[in-house]
């Protein structure tokens, strides 16, 4: 345990904070030695751990350090003051950058991830979606800042990356997530009245993710965002012209090649759903169809908005990072 990376994590009580725990529960070379929530203070992680049916249960041995680690409520100075290798600000937007100006200024040469949309446009800070920014100029290196990008922004992007260079004017992205992707801070849509045999559409202009996408791939975006009754998943249907005529197997082949080395992104000729997604830490791209002149094409992007949409990726990250310096 002495040799593992230390992490600490600032707002655990979100969905995607408690994804994080889990999955670092087992970790061969990252250790949670603290955890921040205002409202958990005094559980234990593995008390944390128990208390909801949406989640999986994590078998724990008898010893598991888990058992041992109390959820604390910690300041920003207090954040600060931890030496941890890695800090994940899990936090509602807006509230990052008041624990980040706190641990900027201690200069302690840590890892900061952020897992809000505070700083996915702010370009001292590393963004990244691994299988594709690997492949690019803009890649992980010595940067100790990450901001995680956003679900919905990951199930496009994981669409549209390949064809970037092909598209010719705005692409469309009608797409419709489980009511986790609304928080756990009670809202109209996640209101389970409001669900119940029901789809939602909402922030139907300008939403943040629609930015984020057009900001990171240079290329005009039009989002329609849904909400429905399932509690996690999201499938992302995508619309774009194309410049020439294309193939089935051309398109299959453009994919294959931009992925081949991808493990969390895998290609189909069928329509991916939700339900291969869902627990899973992989984004399933496919269902590949032209227009009789080869010009437009649709195909359908699917992941799980709480881990390859958000926490499995931010662990992809802190790896990729930490396999780079």
Same mark, same amino acid.
């Not at 990450?146 to 705005?170: D, E, F, K, W």
């Not at 997530?177 to 996640?190: E, I, L, M, Q, V």
């Not at 627990?279 to 699917?302: A, H």
């Given at each position: ?5 230390? $992490?600490?994590?600032?707002?655990? +009580? ?5 994804? $994080?725990? +889990? $999955? ?30 949406? =989640? ?9 350090? @888990?058992?041992?680690? #109390? ?20 936090? *509602? ?18 890892? !900061? ?13 590393? @963004?990244?979606?691994?299988? &594709? ?21 990951? /199930?496009?992007?994981?669409?549209? /990356? ?13 797409? %419709? ?14 209101? *389970? ?6 789809? &939602? *559409? ?10 984020? !996408? ?10 329609? *965002?849904?909400? /429905? ?8 249907? !995508?619309? !774009? ?11 299959? #082949?453009? =994919? ?21 997604? %869902? ?19 649709? $195909? ?5 908005? &709480? ?13 990729? =990072? @930490?396999?780079?310096?």
């Amino acid at each position: 345990m002495n040799n593992k990376i230390s $992490l600490g994590i600032v707002g655990v +009580r979100g969905y995607v904070g408690r994804e $994080l725990i +889990r $999955l670092l529960s087992n970790h061969p070379t990252i250790r949670v030695d603290w955890v921040s929530s205002r409202k958990l203070k005094g559980f234990t992680l593995n008390e944390f751990l128990c208390d909801d049916v949406y =989640f999986e249960s994590v078998k724990l041995d008898e010893e598991h350090y @888990y058992k041992k680690i #109390k959820i604390e409520t910690l300041s920003e100075v207090d954040v600060a003051d931890r030496e941890t290798n890695i800090i994940v600000l899990a936090l *509602p937007n807006g509230l990052a950058g008041k624990f980040f100006g706190e641990i900027d200024k201690k200069q302690n040469h840590q890892l !900061v991830i952020d897992l809000s949309a505070d700083y996915r446009f702010d370009e001292t800070w590393q @963004y990244s979606v691994p299988e &594709l920014y690997s492949k690019s100029d803009n890649k992980i290196n010595n940067l100790m800042k990450i901001s995680n990008p956003g679900c919905y922004a990951t /199930a496009m992007q994981a669409a549209l /990356a390949p064809l970037v260079n092909h598209i010719v004017g705005r692409a469309n992205c009608f797409g %419709i997530s489980g009511f986790s992707g609304a928080g756990t801070k009670p809202s109209a849509n996640n209101n *389970p009245r409001n669900l119940k045999d029901n789809i &939602l *559409p909402y922030g139907l202009i300008e939403h943040l993710h629609e930015k984020e !996408v057009s900001y990171h791939l240079g290329i005009p975006i039009s989002f329609s *965002p849904h909400v /429905a009754e399932f509690f996690r998943g999201i499938s992302m249907t !995508v619309q !774009v012209e194309l410049k020439g005529k294309w193939t089935h197997a051309k398109i299959k #082949k453009l =994919f294959d090649d931009y992925y081949e080395n991808d493990l969390l992104i895998d290609n189909q000729d069928a329509i991916p759903n939700i339900q291969q997604v %869902i627990n899973t830490e992989k984004c399933i791209v496919g269902g590949f169809t032209l227009s009789v002149d080869g010009k437009k094409l649709t $195909l359908v992007s699917c992941l799980d908005n &709480l881990l390859k949409g958000a926490a499995s990726q931010a662990l992809q990250n802190i790896e990729l =990072f @930490y396999k780079r310096v």
